[in-house]
């Protein structure tokens, strides 16, 4: 069994591979460490290994382990999972990041219910590229761009760029079209505004494919933390 701190350095090794390959540099690919019904412990682990920012999908669970790890005051927190109404304010008095966001009345919520001494909410739209009606997000440029111009009015909420979780594709060449797909809706909305930076795709089984389209953000659960119980 390999350690969760030795599992990040082959993460953090992979990606700078993929980067050397590229001609990038390993610091424009970030790393999310996706802890997920994954204990508490779990996370100190990897902070004792260096890693900083954690994804989690759960309102309640993330919260508790933010809680609960308060004195980690560096911890950069990353809410990643479908987000109903009736959470919003909680995701937006605990979290530092949410990359989830689908739709104008979560984006208004959020920023509406930030408590004003803490940093904006920084602030990813999720795509829905491959169209499946079982995953949230925007559908098409035209939806993307009006929302991106009404998230980026908000006072209390940054919008620094887009998420996407694409769907397992046929083949290597079709996945690879989605996430060229994905990129060009970034460098979309990159050039309209300044501060979009981050784009966040690619998961565990599809990295490398992601951060040769231009992915700037891997999210990993799996990879570091090893497999989660069913359903997750
Ligand atoms: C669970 C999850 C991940 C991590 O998936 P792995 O396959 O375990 O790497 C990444 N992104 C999102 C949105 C997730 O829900």
Not at 53 to 75: A, R, T, W
Not at 200 to 209: F, V
Request: glycine share 6%; hydrophobic share 40%.
């Amino acid at each position: 069994m390999k350690t969760i701190a030795e599992r990040l350095q082959s993460a953090l090794e992979s990606i700078a591979q993929h980067c050397t390959a590229l001609n990038k540099s390993p610091q424009q690919v970030a790393l999310l460490a996706v802890s997920k019904t994954k204990p508490v412990e779990a996370i100190e682990q990897a902070y004792a290994a260096g890693q900083r920012l954690f994804g989690e999908n759960y309102v309640q669970e993330g919260i508790e382990k933010i809680h609960s790890l308060q004195h980690l005051n560096d911890i950069q927190w990353h809410f990643i999972g479908p987000l109903q109404s009736n959470k919003s304010k909680a995701v937006a008095e605990h979290f530092d990041w949410v990359q989830s966001v689908d739709r104008l009345k979560i984006a208004q919520r959020l920023s509406a219910q930030r408590p004003p001494q803490k940093a904006p909410l920084q602030v990813l739209l999720q795509i829905n590229i491959s169209g499946e009606d079982s995953k949230s997000g925007v559908t098409d440029n035209a939806e993307l761009l009006a929302l991106a111009e009404e998230v980026n009015a908000l006072p209390n909420l940054t919008l620094r760029g887009l998420m996407a979780i694409p769907a397992p594709q046929q083949n290597e060449e079709a996945q690879r079209l989605v996430f060229n797909q994905l990129h060009q809706l970034f460098e979309l909305l990159r050039a309209r505004y300044p501060q979009v930076d981050t784009l966040s795709m690619g998961m565990s089984g599809d990295m490398q494919a992601a951060i040769q389209a231009g992915s700037t953000m891997v999210r990993l659960g799996t990879a570091i933390f090893g497999e989660r119980q069913k359903n997750t």
